[in-house]
């Protein structure tokens, strides 16, 4: 079984989207939604998502602009599926070539944008390759063990999984509710429990080297710091 993801639609018809996010939050995925592609655009860049839903047809950017927006301007490689009444072989080349993983015609089965959604999720992570280096920090997400400059990081399977999504963010910082939806989906825990684990990790990550790794920007959220 999938474990919860999250994922962003970006549909103007209202209720195409509102029958989309009935239909995978009863799965017991995460969904947010934009009406246009401005603001599709914008949710995308800014905030943590698995996989984006994404209408060719919209208001104010298409989603063909977003796409090939998202894939020059974004810090990570989002999985894509794109949505259009357009059926011919150009139409689906051209979202390809924009930077679209995946392509459902529409009208469509819930049933099967779901399939597609969990299966380009599993392929994207098994595709991106396991070690995660930032500065002398390195991640294995195939062996789950962490080593800073060579030196093995003992953490629990919970921290390991918040270092992992603020690394996966890097350099861009990960905001506090993009780092508890991430980690614990629809049941974060209180502020003052998030605090604690963040002051654990640092405990292992940083207390025996030279400088601090692990930032709190206030106002902002949690990022690394790497000397040059």
């Known amino acids: 079984m999938t474990s919860a993801l999250s994922i962003l639609v970006v549909e ?132 789950q063990t962490v080593k800073r400059a060579q030196s093995v990081i003992p953490l629990s399977n919970l921290h390991y999984q918040i270092l992992l999504a603020i690394a996966e963010s890097h350099p861009k910082p990960l905001s506090r509710s993009d780092l508890m939806t991430k980690v614990w989906g629809a049941e974060p825990p209180e502020s003052d429990a998030l605090r604690s684990h963040i002051y654990q990790i640092r405990k292992q990550l940083d207390k025996p080297f030279t400088y601090d790794m692990l930032a709190t920007l206030h106002g902002v959220g949690f990022a690394f710091k790497v000397e040059s």
Do not use: W
């Open 12 to 143: 103007d018809e209202t209720d195409i989207a509102a029958n989309i996010g009935d239909y995978l939050e009863a799965q017991g995925h995460e969904v947010d939604f934009a009406y246009s592609g401005t603001q599709g655009l914008e949710l995308a860049l800014n905030s943590y998502f698995d996989v984006i839903v994404l209408d060719v047809m919209l208001p104010g950017l298409d989603g063909l602009q977003i796409c090939l927006q998202l894939r020059t301007q974004s810090t990570r490689h989002i999985p894509i599926i794109m949505l259009t009444a357009r059926d011919t072989l150009d139409d689906k080349l051209i979202g390809f070539k924009q930077g679209a993983d995946d392509y459902l015609t529409k009208p469509f089965a819930l049933a099967e944008l779901l399939v597609r959604i969990e299966a380009l999720s599993i392929r994207h992570r098994v595709a991106t390759d396991h070690v995660l280096e930032i500065g002398e920090l390195k991640i294995n997400r195939q062996t």
